[in-house]
């Protein structure tokens, strides 16, 4: 096709396009991401990643880059049920009745435990999850799924949250499902001696439980998928999984975006809950 000289030089001389270089920005910004925790995000979390970075951009710009650039986000995958129903033992009512919603932090916590499988066999790790927040407030890895598995996380989270000063009062509700760790009467003891109000879902039924389960499958996903340490590495199995698993909560409650939250960390969300708790309100003076 011929091009006359004019319209060839015009072409030469002109400049990038306020949107051409719009893109290129977000394009740098969604680069950075790679390799990065939020580089699992899909585009509407990205974009909401990015508007946090100070980017204005909209779903639509977000959405068509990251498809020019080949970037998706995570898929989960199918859940795996990892915990036995002891249908003999005495189980607790259930208290939440599937409201995985609470007006406070410490006042409703659930619980559930995965396996990640390893070259040794595998490893199982606990997670307590507080439903205000999302925050995850205990955690515990071992090779073995017994009661102490989901004891010690418990434990960690009353005492992360005694450590932070905002420690559980009277009144937390500890909810998980059916499983025999849970129903297990040393576990009982310990949440008595707590004084903490068991709860547990129905035998079979991975909605009454449906909050610890999508915790779960998000740490299925973020942490365990591709390119696992324990998966290539040397055969310290245990070792491998707390130190990804480590990192990967520290990331979840500091730095991961929640839908459920309006887009902000668990920790940013309680951070704001007790900054408007201890604000103190101007005194109403009394007409004269």
Not at 10 to 17: I, V
Not at 52 to 68: A, I, P, T, Y
Not at 178 to 200: H, K, N, P, R
């Amino acid at each position: 096709m011929r091009v006359a000289a004019r319209t060839y030089r015009a072409w030469k001389r002109a400049q990038p396009s306020s949107r051409d270089l719009a893109d290129a920005v977000v394009i740098d910004a969604l680069l950075a991401t790679v390799g990065t925790p939020e580089g699992m995000y899909g585009r509407r979390k990205m974009t909401a990643h990015l508007r946090r970075q100070g980017h204005d951009v909209s779903q639509r710009r977000v959405d068509r880059l990251m498809r020019d650039l080949g970037l998706n986000g995570r898929v989960r995958g199918r859940g795996v049920r990892t915990t036995v129903p002891d249908r003999n033992a005495e189980r607790a009512p259930d208290l939440l009745e599937r409201d995985f919603t609470a007006p406070a932090p410490n006042q409703r916590w659930v619980a559930d435990f995965t396996y990640v499988r390893t070259w040794a066999g595998f490893v199982y790790v606990s997670f307590v999850i507080d439903c205000f927040s999302r925050a995850i407030v205990g955690w515990q890895a071992a090779t073995t799924k017994t009661t102490p598995l989901v004891t010690t996380a418990l434990r960690m989270g009353l005492w992360r949250r005694d450590r932070a000063g905002r420690p559980a009062a009277d009144g937390l509700v500890h909810h998980s499902d059916a499983g025999s760790q849970f129903t297990s009467v040393s576990f009982a003891e310990t949440l008595a001696l707590e004084g903490i109000a068991a709860s547990i879902g129905s035998i079979g039924d991975a909605y009454d439980n449906a909050l610890a389960e999508s915790t779960i499958g998000l740490f299925k996903t973020e942490a365990i998928r591709d390119d696992s340490p324990f998966r290539t590495g040397p055969l310290k199995q245990l070792e491998d999984v707390e130190w990804v698993t480590a990192e990967w909560v520290d990331w979840y409650n500091a730095s991961r975006l929640h839908t459920t939250l309006g887009d902000v960390p668990p920790e940013e969300f309680e951070t704001a809950y007790y900054a408007h708790l201890e604000t103190p309100s101007h005194p109403v003076l009394a007409p004269a």
